[in-house]
């Protein structure tokens, strides 16, 4: 499993650099679920083809109700544990947020981004393991901010001194990530996740392209996500139709 055990590897690299690091305000909670959510996100990352994968699609970070109650990136409840099959204990942070509890699989809250992502791979592909034979999918940050009322607060916001060296961090996992599960494709799921992939893949023979996010922030999205995406992968030719 040379593909499964260095995605682990890099992963355990990665959370102990970017539990290291220091945010301050308007940041007043910063969740790990690569720390208390690890057993879930271990069991996501052993569903993977172990020879690697052709695609590749990256995320953001974590949202409050997906990948940081899971483990799991884009982690809607429903999608984890009943589809991809995950059961493991998930713990809590250390500095939990009184408005953001960690619930794990029996969270109540819905990720609307993470069951659009997820509602479409279970629509076109039924199986995970249909899914997994060719695809995964993985977030650039693993942490998830919060402002003291609980609002989300996203990686691109931060100010460029506690940026930076998240970005050093991030960049060099994402590196170790392609290149252990050697992708053919590597799909931005919105902007911000293409342009972390434009910036760190090298090698001209990964085609990287991008798909609308499901973010219900998104008119667009709101508009029939699931169809705009299917057909943006498949005019970019890593889907038939």
């Known amino acids: 499993m040379p593909a499964i055990q260095s995605t682990l590897t890099a992963a355990r690299k990665l959370r102990k650099e ?21 057993r879930a996100h271990e069991q996501y990352v052993r569903r993977m083809n172990p020879d690697g994968t052709r695609v590749l699609l990256l995320g953001m970070n974590p949202g409050p109700w997906g990948m940081a109650q899971t483990g799991v990136p884009f982690g809607q409840i429903s999608a984890v544990r009943d589809w991809i099959g995950i059961d493991a ?34 629509e076109r592909f039924h199986t995970p393991d249909d899914f997994f034979e060719q695809h995964f999918v993985a977030n650039y940050c693993p942490l998830v901010f919060m402002e003291a009322g609980g609002k989300n607060h996203t990686p691109d916001k931060l100010p460029a001194l506690e940026r930076e060296p998240l970005t050093q961090a991030c960049d060099a996992h ?8 050697k992708p053919e494709w590597v799909v ?54």
């Open 188 to 241: 931005g799921v919105g902007a911000f996740a293409e342009k972390c992939l434009q910036r760190v893949v090298d090698d001209p023979a990964i085609k990287i392209t991008r798909i609308l996010h499901p973010s219900p922030a998104s008119p667009a999205a709101n508009r029939g996500w699931a169809a705009a995406a299917s057909a943006q992968l498949v005019a970019a030719g890593v889907w038939k139709k």
């Open 89 to 122: 204990k998930i713990d809590r942070p250390k500095n939990e947020h009184p408005k953001r509890p960690i619930e794990g699989l029996d969270c109540a809250r819905n990720e609307v981004s993470g069951e659009r992502l997820w509602g479409l791979f279970r």
């Open 18 to 38: 970017v539990d290291a690091l220091r945010f301050g305000p308007p940041v007043t909670h910063v969740y790990n679920p690569l720390v208390y959510a690890w």
């Open 174 to 181: 994402l590196r170790s990530l392609i290149k252990a599960i």
